[in-house]
């Protein structure tokens, strides 16, 4: 699996080097937490100028500081480190799609103070991330925030449940861990009726698309799957089936079909589209027969 890290430099600069020192040990550990197998780490920096080596922690300390600290006291969390692949800066990392609707919105948490750098957690979102906090300041302290949205005109998107996974202790790791691998959809979502055919395909999904569809499937039910393009859209079929759709990873667009009857979401079939029109035929069938067999 694939985890994108996302550095939250709005919780830097707040403490001397040695409790900064300490504090990233600590969110690096559960970072580490994530790991299984052959997972792979890319590390984004949200920066115009400089990598992510040259990041400052704390006031004269950068992040190679802090990984040359680890060479006698943890040489193991500093090789992990260094097998991270640096992304940065983050935006040469995005398409011209995903970095236009990055820009499109401002980011904030709710009653705390203005950001002083919004845009990583915009990032985080974008990416289905985890964003690495220092535990020294309030707002970083839980292995979710709440974050919202105003769009381009300034207006308050206030339909929105929306949060970000944040680490910042072992224990975060530790929970979002177990959230990557929640073998079922029911876990997710038991305001729901899950097909068979959709269960079965989501298990079949890679651990970095499971991660998505959870997100996704999670955002949905707290919305009341109520909403518009980009994540809902009714299918032009009329049958009432409607679609939720997000990125895959590593390309190609998921679809996840769904129906409300009697009050009821029904959540049908899912499939990866990778072009135009491709798989809508074959999935409506397989919704519409996987909705009869769950009304017979």
């Not at 009726?193 to 698309?209: A, C, D, G, P, Y």
């Not at 079909?257 to 079939?269: F, I, N, S, T």
Request: with cysteine.
């Amino acid at each position: 699996m694939d985890h994108p890290i996302v550095f939250n430099t709005n919780s830097f600069m707040n403490a001397s080097s040695e409790d900064t020192i300490s504090a990233m040990t600590e969110a690096m550990y559960g970072v580490l937490e994530l790991n299984m197998d052959e997972d792979r780490f890319n590390f984004y920096y949200d920066s115009n100028d400089g990598n992510t080596y040259e990041m400052l922690l704390a006031e004269g300390l950068t992040f190679q500081d802090y990984i040359n600290s680890l060479g006698e006291t943890d040489p193991d969390l500093q090789l992990f480190i260094y097998e991270a692949e640096d992304k940065s800066p983050a935006l040469d990392y995005l398409t011209d799609e995903r970095i236009e609707e990055w820009s499109s919105y401002t980011y904030y948490i709710p009653g705390e103070p203005a950001l002083e750098n919004g845009d990583v957690i915009g990032l985080t979102w974008l990416l289905s991330g985890c964003l690495v906090s220092l535990n020294l300041c309030s707002g970083f302290t839980q292995s979710k925030v709440n974050i919202s949205r105003a769009d381009e005109n300034g207006k308050y998107v206030s339909e929105e449940v929306l949060y970000v996974r944040n680490i910042s202790c072992r224990e975060h790791g530790v929970e979002i861990y177990r959230d990557f691998n929640k073998e079922s959809l029911l876990d997710i979502c038991n305001q729901v009726i899950v097909s068979k055919q959709l269960e079965n395909w989501f298990l079949r999904q890679t651990r970095e698309n499971r991660s998505r569809v959870s997100d996704k499937v999670k955002y949905a039910c707290e919305k009341g799957f109520i909403g518009g393009e980009p994540l809902f859209k009714k299918l032009n079929d009329k049958s009432g089936m409607r679609e939720i759709r997000f990125d895959a990873f590593p390309g190609g667009t998921i679809r996840i079909l769904y129906k409300a009857a009697e009050g009821v979401q029904y959540l049908l079939d899912g499939f990866i589209k990778k072009n135009d029109g491709e798989g809508y035929g074959s999935a409506i069938k397989r919704a519409k027969k996987a909705l009869e067999e769950l009304n017979s």
